[in-house]
């Protein structure tokens, strides 16, 4: 089957998730200007490059409390008082039971210390989740390593598809013991049933902060491929069967017009990535409104209006909102360039993207490495030259600074309350993705326990700090989302004819398409675009020709058959153009190596971008 995510098709006329409300602002404001940020490390569990029972000695962790592994971290937000950020980590090396230090093993639930304080046993963090006997874990599910978040009232967190409760007591205080913790699973059904069972498999988990709605993601196997759909619920505990149960769930979805046009207000969500900090939008990543540029937008819950928030041509994906909405700062490969040779020359309309969308977001990362940076944006974001202000600029980029290339940044990164800080964590780059043909030179941690990930918190120093106000609660009710019913059927995506079209661009200049499916009928195996000074600004002007052929090699594995010989003119001079036998592309959505035979060059006003090289 071809890979067909739920976002491909967006770029017809008539969608579901669709709105006529105009967005707040119109993008002309003057843009802010750079300011003063300082970035500081957080203390954490020593590391442990030997991971076998018993490693974890007292002279690595005099207090037998734990030791991590040198790889193995996620840090989520801050707690609502400020002073602690959440996190996960495995812990290795634990001696055997009945040694007290024996509870310090596998994926758990850790707050940090983003005081510069202690908790009273003299450790800069607390395990939560560390020794909670197996009655108090039934059901849990095995990914609490994903997006750990804590709940504004300090008793609860959220990581993976769990929630971490601790009844009455603080989740930082001593009150807060193995045996008061108790760690739910979140269940999402799928069928008309009494609710039994495990329920579907949900993923990229957000807290709304209100504390009772959540938005995730969730695969689904389509006569197409692998589609994934967004949700928005509500949370809602099971005294019964021990979990939290999710209702009012409406999935964002499109189909296909007749015609072949744009519509920018579509809300075509490819993948959701969780809310601004007053909740009342989602963000997400969404059908490229230029080829190959895979951007964040913004779509109001309510009204159903659509924002762009990035525009860069590199790529952008996770996200986080200030808590007054004003701010943002998301993680980008911008700077690195890595995107360059796909989406450098702007302004081409995004028609191949409907085979490539999700072969191109793949080329983001190289395996496990990351070419993600964070970069702090204002409310109306990317616009003219004005790409943001990155967090770590400042440092000389040695081994082990603040902007250390080889330190590559996950998601998510997360707002204090307060809005004057953003915590996020780094990754440093290991074999294979770095060394040998690889480019990017490895280096050796330059800390004394091996570790290779850490956390780190920016802080805008010239910030006055934000009230700190509850969020309303938010609607149910997202009247341009479908209800989910558990058991219902999830309505296909329409089906975007095959045969002979033409897109008028919205200033001057045409293309024409040609989509062809296979012999079965079941997927776009080619698309042929020719551009004819095709302009959306009146300002560059695109022409020449585009033609791809898919090749489906599994569920998450396209082959990209890749002809282009595109010509810019106007204000951006410039080509895209692929070598005479053709760009022919594999990239998993699942493993991110990139292998490409043939090659792709961009060039615009004289600067040329070519493709990483393989499993690079």
């Known amino acids: 089957m071809a890979l067909n995510f739920a976002w491909n098709g967006a770029l017809l006329l008539s969608v579901y998730a669709y709105s006529d409300a105009p967005s707040k602002r119109d993008g002309s404001a003057p843009p802010p200007q750079p300011e003063p940020i300082e970035v500081a490390e957080l203390p954490l569990p020593p590391a442990l490059a030997n991971t076998t029972e018993g490693a974890c000695t007292v002279e690595v962790n005099p207090r037998g409390t734990g030791c991590i592994a040198t790889s193995s971290l996620n840090s989520g937000n801050f707690a609502s008082d400020g002073l602690h950020v959440a996190a996960t980590a495995t812990f290795v090396g634990a001696p055997p039971a009945p040694d007290p230090a024996s509870i310090y093993t596998g994926v758990q639930l850790l707050l940090i210390k983003a005081d510069g304080t202690t908790f009273p046993n003299g450790d800069t963090w607390k395990c939560i989740t560390c020794g909670v006997p197996a009655e108090n874990r039934v059901g849990a599910v095995d990914d609490l390593d994903q997006y750990p978040q804590t709940f504004s009232d300090g008793t609860r967190a959220m990581s993976g598809s769990n929630i971490i409760d601790c009844g009455t007591a603080l989740l930082s205080s001593e009150d807060c013991t193995p045996n008061r913790t108790s760690i739910f699973p979140i269940r999402f059904s799928t069928t008309a049933d009494d609710g039994s069972g495990a329920g579907t498999s949900i993923r990229e988990?957000?807290?709304?902060?209100?504390?009772?709605?959540?938005?995730?993601?969730?695969?689904?196997?389509?006569?197409?491929?692998?589609?994934?759909?967004?949700?928005?619920?509500r949370i809602k505990f099971n005294a019964t069967a021990s979990r939290y149960d999710l209702t009012n769930l409406p999935p964002?979805?499109?189909?296909?017009?007749?015609?072949?046009?744009?519509?920018?207000?579509?809300?075509?969500?490819?993948?959701?990535?969780?809310?601004?900090?007053?909740?009342?939008?989602?963000?997400?990543?969404?059908?490229?409104?230029?080829?190959?540029?895979?951007?964040?937008?913004?779509?109001?819950?309510?009204?159903?209006?659509?924002?762009?928030?990035?525009?860069?041509?590199?790529?952008?994906?996770?996200?986080?909102?200030?808590?007054?909405?004003?701010?943002?700062?998301?993680?980008?490969?911008?700077?690195?360039?890595?995107?360059?040779?796909?989406?450098?020359?702007?302004?081409?309309?995004?028609?191949?993207?409907?085979?490539?969308?999700?072969?191109?977001?793949?080329?983001?990362?190289?395996?496990?490495?990351?070419?993600?940076?964070?970069?702090?944006?204002?409310?109306?974001?990317?616009?003219?030259?004005?790409?943001?202000?990155?967090?770590?600029?400042?440092?000389?980029?040695?081994?082990?600074?603040?902007?250390?290339?080889?330190?590559?940044?996950?998601?998510?990164?997360?707002?204090?309350?307060?809005?004057?800080?953003?915590?996020?964590?780094?990754?440093?780059?290991?074999?294979?993705?770095?060394?040998?043909?690889?480019?990017?030179?490895?280096?050796?941690?330059?800390?004394?326990?091996?570790?290779?990930?850490?956390?780190?918190?920016?802080?805008?120093?010239?910030?006055?700090?934000?009230?700190?106000?509850?969020?309303?609660?938010?609607?149910?009710?997202?009247?341009?989302?479908?209800?989910?019913?558990?058991?219902?059927?999830?309505?296909?995506?329409?089906?975007?004819?095959?045969?002979?079209?033409?897109?008028?661009?919205?200033?001057?200049?045409?293309?024409?398409?040609?989509?062809?499916?296979?012999?079965?009928?079941a997927y776009i195996e080619t698309i042929a675009v020719t551009y004819h000074d095709y302009s959306e600004d009146g300002l560059s002007f695109v022409s020449g020709r585009e033609n791809i052929t898919?090749?489906?090699?599994?569920?998450?594995?396209?082959?990209?058959?890749?002809?282009?010989?595109?010509?810019?003119?106007?204000?951006?001079?410039?080509?895209?153009?692929?070598?005479?036998?053709?760009?022919?592309?594999?990239?998993?959505?699942?493993?991110?190596?990139?292998?490409?035979?043939?090659?792709?060059?961009s060039t615009v006003d004289g600067v040329s971008w070519s493709q990483p090289c393989n499993a690079c």
């Not at 082959?559 to 594999?586: E, Q, Y």
Request: charged share 20%.
């Open 205 to 233: 988990l957000r807290l709304h902060p209100d504390n009772v709605h959540i938005t995730f993601n969730s695969f689904l196997d389509t006569s197409s491929g692998l589609a994934e759909m967004a949700y928005f619920g």
């Open 252 to 521: 964002a979805l499109v189909v296909n017009g007749d015609e072949l046009m744009f519509n920018r207000s579509a809300i075509t969500v490819g993948e959701l990535r969780g809310l601004t900090g007053t909740g009342k939008e989602v963000v997400y990543v969404g059908f490229p409104w230029e080829s190959c540029n895979v951007d964040i937008f913004a779509a109001d819950l309510a009204t159903g209006a659509v924002r762009r928030i990035t525009a860069h041509p590199e790529y952008a994906d996770p996200i986080a909102v200030s808590p007054n909405d004003e701010w943002q700062v998301v993680l980008d490969t911008r700077g690195s360039g890595r995107m360059m040779f796909l989406a450098g020359l702007r302004s081409v309309p995004p028609i191949t993207d409907l085979v490539t969308v999700g072969s191109v977001s793949s080329v983001r990362n190289n395996g496990v490495r990351r070419f993600f940076e964070p970069y702090l944006l204002d409310y109306e974001g990317d616009r003219g030259d004005y790409f943001g202000q990155k967090l770590n600029a400042a440092g000389d980029g040695a081994a082990g600074s603040i902007n250390d290339p080889n330190w590559n940044t996950g998601a998510d990164p997360r707002w204090s309350m307060d809005g004057t800080r953003v915590a996020y964590y780094q990754m440093l780059a290991l074999p294979p993705a770095c060394g040998g043909s690889n480019p990017l030179a490895c280096e050796t941690s330059p800390y004394s326990d091996l570790r290779a990930e850490r956390v780190m918190v920016a802080t805008f120093t010239s910030r006055k700090p934000l009230p700190v106000e509850p969020v309303s609660e938010a609607s149910d009710e997202v009247p341009w989302g479908l209800k989910y019913t558990p058991g219902m059927e999830i309505p296909a995506a329409p089906k975007l004819p095959g045969g002979e079209f033409t897109l008028r661009a919205a200033t001057s200049g045409y293309a024409n398409v040609s989509i062809a499916y296979d012999p079965t009928d």
């Open 550 to 601: 898919v090749t489906p090699i599994n569920a998450t594995l396209n082959r990209l058959d890749w002809f282009a010989d595109i010509v810019s003119t106007g204000a951006m001079n410039g080509t895209k153009l692929t070598s005479p036998d053709g760009f022919h592309m594999a990239d998993d959505l699942n493993g991110n190596i990139f292998e490409a035979n043939g090659t792709m060059v």
